[in-house]
């Protein structure tokens, strides 16, 4: 099982930008570092949802779906965040999303968009309120596996 270390605060952050979102889904990138096999989120980085009839262009069998179902980062928010965690020495270590009134389980749209190195938190929205929030990680058979969710304190994550 791989695990991913982050706040309480970070935490904060993620169950916010999904209770702001709904009902549709929030979306954003995780910056931090990969050490002995544990990612350590440094930065949550926000992003618009940028779902649409275009990003529906690239993944046909999506017809009809909106940003209630579906999320999509633009590239160039994408190559900003790259840019800014370059610069601090950070990569992009995963994904983040909101499923309004859905649990914090991946569907079949979130495991083939996937890339396998990507740490994924869902986090389940229902009614506007955040409830379960959990992370995922492909296996080397391009199937989600459970992450372990580690709380660490601030001051062990070294900006």
């Known amino acids: 099982m791989q695990n991913i270390a982050l706040t309480e605060s970070q935490l904060l952050s993620i169950r916010s930008h999904g209770e702001r979102a709904y009902p549709e889904e929030c979306c954003g990138l995780l910056l931090g570092r990969v050490t002995a096999g544990v990612?350590?989120?440094v930065e949550v980085w926000p992003t618009d949802n940028a779902w649409s009839a275009e990003a529906e262009d690239n993944w046909p069998e999506q017809t009809g779906l909106t940003e209630k179902r579906r999320y999509a980062i633009k590239p160039e928010d994408m190559l900003r965040a790259m840019k800014h965690g370059r610069d601090r020495n950070l990569d992009i270590?995963?994904?983040?999303?909101?499923?309004?009134?859905?649990?914090a389980v991946p569907s079949e749209c979130d495991r083939t968009m996937a890339w396998a190195q990507y740490s994924y938190?869902?986090?389940?929205?229902?009614?506007?309120?955040?409830?379960?929030?959990?992370?995922?990680?492909l296996d080397g058979?391009?199937?989600?596996?459970?992450?372990?969710?580690?709380?660490?304190?601030?001051?062990?994550?070294?900006k």
């Not at 058979?141 to 070294?158: M, R, S, Y």
């Open 39 to 41: 990612k350590t989120l």
């Open 93 to 103: 270590i995963g994904i983040y999303h909101s499923h309004p009134d859905c649990a």
């Open 121 to 137: 938190i869902i986090v389940s929205v229902r009614q506007g309120s955040s409830e379960d929030l959990r992370s995922w990680s």
């Open 141 to 158: 058979e391009g199937n989600f596996q459970a992450e372990e969710i580690l709380a660490v304190e601030p001051t062990q994550i070294k």
